[in-house]
């Protein structure tokens, strides 16, 4: 069901439900081929454009027409467009048998080493991407764009790969979390905690990964992010997997050798660093991971994130995967998996990042040019601010200025430093306190000590 088709049967429904309005669960029920995640973020944008009204906040609520609206506006409505090509929508029907009776799929890892001499992407296909993410900041120091955006990306990332592993936050569910802390009501805690993991993974990737990037480190500690608190085992955070994994609903059967393991995830990584094109790279972390399998759990969503890290260390617009169904993922991950065919990933990539470049704005559309001192004692400024608020300093003006006297000699950049720490202490809140690497129970406590 393509996305306009989705939005003007929601509206249809609503509709003609009259007066009675309709819930959630009827919507579900109605449209059984669209996935809840898609429902709910529709449901979420007729909101915000008033063409439809919620009656109640809790599981009974119910939706109702706008008075006067029964069509989708133009400014919402996209254009009918396929996903895939119809020669992949062909492979999918492959699909359509049970597991049972398709052939099994066994590791190779042969066909990861062909990933060196393989062409991800035709020239015209490059120079489309290219064009749809190129930014103002290009040749600006890595990152520079991503930091611009961060506070959207850490919102849309979060919630567009969640939605991927099933989440059912919807996207001003996501947005209410990152910002206030607000748990929604109805949902399950794992749902809550992948999604604040995401965030401190993709903050982890800003303040960490730009100048290190595709390397065995950065892997493994934002696998450890993005998985904290949702494996059964502490240890297997970050750490290559010593035993086998089952696909669920595919005959692919990954790598078993915890040795093999460790080697084939440093081969993948040295291939994706010599590769040219920061597209290249991308995709081939999309793809080659998720293959691989080297961790317990949560590989697809590191490979989603690792996906940013070229275009981030680029200035490239990120792909935040919104939109993206879950099915069509699923679905060309099985192509990936049983018969190591990239192509429908490939036309996922591209679909996918054109609505996604379509989210960001150009960076001279939102801020300036970014402070060059700030830029230069950025990690400074941050420690400092982490050390202020885990010491609970409600008075720090005296310990800022001995921090400025130990680093700078001139009196100017002294006064510039300490008026950075003390703007960024008062302005610390729910939504962005993590980015200088300070934990929930300390900015608590901080709050709290006010």
């Known amino acids: 069901m393509s996305h306009d088709t989705l939005t003007q049967s929601i509206l249809d429904l609503i509709a003609n439900a009259k007066d009675d309005g309709i819930a959630l669960r009827e919507l579900q029920d109605a449209l059984p081929d669209a996935a809840k995640h898609h429902i709910t973020y529709r449901l979420g944008r007729l909101r915000e454009q008033d063409l439809i009204t919620l009656d109640g906040v809790t599981r009974g609520a119910r939706y109702h027409s706008a008075e006067g609206t029964n069509e989708v506006s133009e400014v919402d409505a996209t254009s009918e467009q396929s996903v895939f090509s119809r020669s992949t929508l062909a492979k999918f029907a492959a699909f359509d048998t049970s597991p049972g009776r398709r052939p099994i799929a066994r590791y190779e890892r042969t066909w990861l080493e062909h990933f060196a001499d393989t062409v991800l992407w035709e020239e015209d296909e490059l120079e489309k991407l290219h064009h749809m993410g190129q930014t103002s900041a290009d040749g600006a120091p890595a990152g520079t764009y991503a930091r611009q955006i961060h506070e959207r990306l850490l919102i849309d990332l979060s919630w567009g790969s969640s939605a991927l592993e099933g989440n059912t936050y919807t996207l001003l569910d996501t947005r209410n979390l990152i910002e206030r802390g607000e748990v929604a009501e109805g949902k399950e805690a794992y749902e809550a905690q992948m999604i604040l ?92 991971l998720p293959y691989l399998e080297p961790f317990t759990d949560g590989n697809k969503r590191a490979a989603r994130l690792l996906a940013n890290l070229p275009l981030m260390q680029a200035n490239l617009r990120p792909l935040s995967f919104v939109d993206v169904d879950r099915q069509d993922y699923l679905r060309s991950i099985l192509c990936l998996y049983e018969q190591r065919d990239l192509s429908p990933m490939r036309e996922l990539f591209v679909w996918a990042y054109e609505r996604s470049c379509e989210r960001y704005p150009d960076v001279e559309e939102i801020l300036v040019s970014p402070d060059p001192f700030r830029l230069r004692h950025r990690d400074l400024i941050y420690n400092t601010v982490h050390e202020i608020v885990v010491s609970l300093n409600r008075e720090p003006e005296e310990e800022v200025e001995a921090i400025a006297a130990r680093h700078f000699d001139s009196t100017v950049e002294r006064a510039r430093f300490v008026s950075f720490i003390l703007a960024d202490l008062d302005a610390l809140h729910e939504g962005n306190y993590m980015r200088y690497r300070i934990r929930p129970s300390e900015f608590g406590a901080w709050r709290d000590s006010s």
């Open 197 to 288: 993991n995401h965030k401190r993974a993709i903050e982890f990737l800003l303040d960490s990964a730009l100048e290190v990037g595709l390397r065995r480190a950065i892997v493994s500690n934002l696998h450890a992010e993005l998985m904290d608190n949702l494996l059964s085992s502490p240890s297997a955070l970050g750490a290559i997997r010593e035993h086998p994994v089952w696909i669920s609903g595919s005959t692919y059967t990954p790598c078993a050798i915890p040795q093999k393991l460790s080697e084939d995830l440093e081969l993948i990584l040295a291939i994706a660093r010599g590769l040219e094109d920061p597209f290249e790279q991308a995709f081939m972390m999309l793809t080659a």
